[in-house]
């Protein structure tokens, strides 16, 4: 009787492992048979990039291949973005997989048969529209896990929500967008997803690599806007007046000490940056006011409320001692992406069993902001940077993403389909729970 209960027992653990190997396997080779669809999508959605908010071709592309595969379609959710749901034929958890679909105010200068001659009028001033950011191979990859996926309906347990999401650059001025306002417009609701994954094609990585890290991984991005306002007068009697250009140049020199002796940067990085002054327009004349733009970045949001409240303190008082006043506004259009630290650990065998372990790389934390950051404040999240670049580049020298020279080695794209579809499985099987 022992001996017949030891036999069983090894019997269902060795088919259970089966089953993962096989749908594992399973999953490679339907990835491996849209390799060449999505490469020629990301051609086509690279040939044809569209701004944040007027993602429409790229929309109806997308929404079209969903359809097709079966999916529950949703279009038009903040202006262009679409939402597909999957449901497996077991029940399960949900998890949601998300793609950026917007290209940048960037002139291609990649020498490509499908490079993009599309221009456009951007604040004021003709230029060209590129995927500097290299959203168009994230629409392409996700085009490909939902067609893997669709075609493992029969065994999925549980559902998948597919997100392809406008504006994460930010939307056009005036108007509203991204992940917050498909937040907004109901993207995580019925039903609402248990984790989400999404993934950021980089260009200081090499093809073959995937790059995570637990906890704050890109900054939360805030745009400062400063105005300072003195009294105009004549630049030859400067006491007639109020100077706010010398306030100004204060304040620029005020706000440095904020990091570099008033935070604890042992702990966290900050940055403050002034990115634009614009006050005067003649050698003899002194303005009324000086507006100053600029931004912080952070990886904490106390640390972040810290910051704002020193940098008004600073502006304020300098402004005060000489007479003049100031309007501190601050915009938050993005938060702090945290890649959720358990759901982190319970997918990191598979990112690890995906890449390769040699190809698994712990990210340093990074300055730039993601509006992804939306999504994992309301569900646990995991966001994984791709490496895009051709083996043996020299990073020093390697056109960073939003440079008319970003380049993308396309055979990177199977490790992304692969990627999304494995921790898509993985996750619905409880792997790791
Ligand atoms: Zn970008
Ligand atoms: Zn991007």
């Known amino acids: 009787m022992k001996r017949f209960v030891i036999f069983s027992v090894s019997l269902l653990v060795s088919s259970a492992a089966c089953a993962d190997a096989s749908s594992q396997a399973r999953v490679d080779a339907l990835a491996a ?21 007027r993602e429409l071709r790229t929309a109806e592309l997308v929404a079209r291949h969903l359809r097709a595969l079966g999916l529950e379609v949703r279009t038009g959710v903040a202006h262009t973005g679409v939402v597909a749901l999957l449901r497996g034929s077991k029940p399960g958890p949900v998890v949601a997989l998300r793609a950026d679909m917007d290209a940048l105010p960037v002139t291609e200068e990649v020498h490509l048969p499908f490079a993009s001659k599309v221009r456009t009028q951007w604040a004021g001033k003709e230029t060209g529209v590129m995927h500097a950011c290299g959203h168009d191979t994230h629409v392409a990859m996700l085009m490909g896990a939902a067609e893997v996926l669709a075609g493992m309906k029969a065994d999925l347990p549980g559902s998948v929500k597919f997100i392809f999401q406008p504006a994460e650059e930010g939307p056009p001025p005036g108007e509203e967008g991204g992940a917050a306002l498909m937040i907004k417009q109901g993207a995580l609701d019925n039903p609402k997803p248990d984790a989400i994954f999404g993934l950021h094609i980089g260009a200081t990585y090499e093809v073959g690599q995937l790059v995570y890290r637990p906890g704050p991984v890109m900054a939360a991005a805030d745009v400062l806007r400063i105005t300072v306002k003195g009294r105009q007068t004549h630049g030859s009697a400067p006491w007639g007046g109020v100077d706010p250009i010398v306030v100004a140049a204060q304040i620029v020199l005020g706000l440095q000490t904020i990091v570099s002796r008033q935070v604890n940067i042992t702990k966290e990085p900050v940055v403050v940056t002034i990115g634009g002054i614009d006050g005067g327009n003649r050698f003899n004349i002194i303005p009324d006011k000086v507006e100053m733009v600029g931004t912080v970045r952070s990886f904490d949001e106390r640390l972040r409320d810290d910051v704002h409240r020193r940098i008004r303190l600073t502006a304020e008082n300098i402004a005060e001692a000489s007479g003049a006043t100031v309007e501190v506004a601050i915009e938050k259009p993005y938060a702090v992406t945290v890649n959720d630290p358990a759901l982190s650990e319970r997918m990191r065998p598979t990112l690890e069993r995906v890449a390769g372990q040699d190809n698994l790389r712990l990210a340093e934390r990074r300055t730039g902001a993601e509006d992804f950051s939306f999504f994992a404040q309301q569900v646990p999240g995991l966001f994984v940077f791709l490496g895009g670049s051709p083996k043996g580049t020299d990073m020093s020298q390697v056109a960073y993403n939003h440079s008319p020279r970003f380049y993308v080695d396309e055979s990177a794209l199977l490790l992304g389909v692969r990627t999304l579809t494995h921790l898509t499985i993985d996750y619905l099987s409880g792997a790791g729970k």
Do not use: F, M, Q, T
């Not at 849209?34 to 044809?48: L, P, T």
């Open 33 to 53: 048979a849209v390799e060449s669809k999505v490469i020629a999508w990301r051609r086509d959605i690279h040939a044809h990039p569209e701004l944040g908010n």
